[in-house]
C-alpha cells in the first residue's frame, strides 16, 4: 500500500497505517526481526502477530530506504471501543 501510494499519488501529504499493540512497543528496530520459516508452524494467533510484525517493520523498512515525500504514522490501538458487529451475544 505504502509503495503504491509513492508512485500514484503525488501530491499525498500522509500516509496512516494501523496494526495491533504488540508491534507497538517501544523496542529497537534491529529486535524486530524474527525468523520467516518458523511462521508455518506457529498457531493462527502466532502467525497473525507475525504478519503484523512483518507488516509494521515492512513500513519501517520502506521509510528508511526510499524517504518518500509524504509523512507515514502508524497507529496502534491498545483498546478498541465501540460495538462488535461480529459479536451476537455477551457471552
Known amino acids: ?47 497473525y502477530a507475525a504478519s503484523k510484525l512483518a507488516s509494521y517493520t515492512a513500513t519501517l523498512d520502506f521509510v528508511e530506504s526510499k524517504k518518500p515525500h509524504f509523512s507515514v504514522v502508524t497507529l496502534h490501538p491498545v483498546f478498541v471501543f465501540g460495538r462488535n458487529l461480529l459479536q451476537t451475544s455477551a457471552d
Open 1 to 47: 500500500m505504502v509503495r503504491s501510494s509513492r508512485v500514484s499519488f503525488e501530491s499525498l501529504k500522509s500516509v496512516a497505517t494501523s496494526t495491533n499493540h504488540p508491534s507497538a512497543e517501544d523496542i529497537p528496530k534491529e529486535s524486530l526481526l524474527f525468523d520467516h520459516s518458523i511462521v508455518p508452524t506457529l498457531e493462527p494467533m502466532g502467525q
